[in-house]
């Protein structure tokens, strides 16, 4: 039996999360993870696709990971993105105020990451609409990091971003490395990108966030579990705060 269970919750739509995060985590034998949907289909800024993302129906289904008895609970998305890093600030202390649970997203997760490593000069890789994108930048030199190079695919449906294919993505990646950021986050947890992330490194000597691999992050560094034998997902596991 696993010691330590981490509950995720996902959008509906999305098919990369659960596959890719259950690879991450198949080398800690400690650990399981266990996924909670609530709907999510197209990413965009008109009222009801943001709608998606209201708070009670996030914790709804959060209330259904309590049922299992886990650990923590992370928000495996990016819409504090464009919605503002409140919002999932606020997310988690409604979790854990209504579970007993404490909570984590992959956003919060990635500024940490950041702060911890002193980065502040971000390549951004998204499958987003310019209007999305736009915002993600904004929101983020709000919060002290420069978008320094991005590169997005134009697409809303959320499904889709589960098609693009590791050449795009790659390439996209190469495009923003030119720019030498001190990082670079493949921001979407529908974007199949964690696999690449080791070769990426290497290739350009950048650290590489990946979304999916981020919200691993937070919810392990949430409970303090040591993570170093992650670090073929990203140096991003080389960060945390192992004994």
């Avoid at 495009?175 to 290497?202: H, K, S, W, Y």
């Avoid at 170093?228 to 960060?239: I, K, N, Y």
Wanted: proline share 4%; charged share 20%.
């Amino acid at each position: 039996m696993s010691s330590l269970r981490i509950g995720m919750l996902t959008p509906s739509s999305n098919t990369v999360l659960e596959p890719v995060t259950s690879r991450i985590l198949a080398g800690l034998a400690d650990v399981s993870v266990h996924f909670s949907r609530f709907r999510v289909t197209a990413i965009g800024l008109d009222p009801g696709l943001l709608g998606q993302f209201d708070d009670r129906l996030m914790l709804r289904a959060a209330e259904l990971l309590a049922d299992a008895k886990v650990d923590v609970i992370s928000w495996n998305g990016t819409s504090a993105g464009w919605l503002g890093l409140d919002t999932d600030r606020r997310l988690c202390e409604r979790i854990r105020a209504a579970t007993g649970i404490p909570a984590s997203t992959s956003v919060l997760a990635l500024f940490d990451v950041m702060r911890r490593r002193g980065e502040r000069r971000l390549g951004l890789v998204t499958p987003y609409t310019d209007d999305v994108q736009q915002a993600i930048a904004a929101n983020f030199a709000r919060e002290g990091v420069e978008v320094v190079a991005e590169r997005h695919l134009g697409i809303s449906d959320n499904f889709s971003f589960a098609l693009v294919d590791d050449r795009t993505m790659s390439a996209m990646v190469d495009d923003v490395a030119a720019a030498r950021p001190d990082a670079i986050a493949i921001f979407c947890t529908n974007l199949a990108g964690a696999d690449l992330v080791a070769g990426l490194e290497a290739r350009h000597d950048i650290a590489v966030h990946d979304s999916i691999a981020t919200a691993v992050y937070g919810a392990l560094d949430a409970v303090g579990r040591p993570m170093a034998d992650l670090v073929p997902f990203g140096r991003l596991f080389a960060t945390a705060r192992n004994p």
